[in-house]
């Protein structure tokens, strides 16, 4: 399938947090209920559906964004460089091999034209 013929991928976005249930020892991720009284708990997330380097579509998740904004644009950001062409598979290939930088010096570096 060409780029120009692929439908632009949605981004979804939510709030996660990384407390553990005792019961279970698994983290609550999205159904904390904290969440839904603290403004400051968790993090904001990211998913989205994108080509991999082979031309396979994965889902990615990116987190630790302060507001729904920010991670939505962030998400949006990768779903232009897929459908554009520019090699998000590329992107996130890239960023893997940085574990010391931070999310912000990912982005800026993967998306500078």
Sequence with gaps: MEVAQMAMAHVQVSRRCGCVDPETGRQRGTQCSR???DDEHGSWYFAVQLRSLDGQRQRIRQ???ADREEAETAGKALVSADRDGEG????LELAGRWPGATRREHAGAAFAR
């Design 35 to 37: 969440l839904s009284v």
């Design 88 to 91: 998000a598979g590329c992107t």
């Design 63 to 65: 987190g630790g964004y």
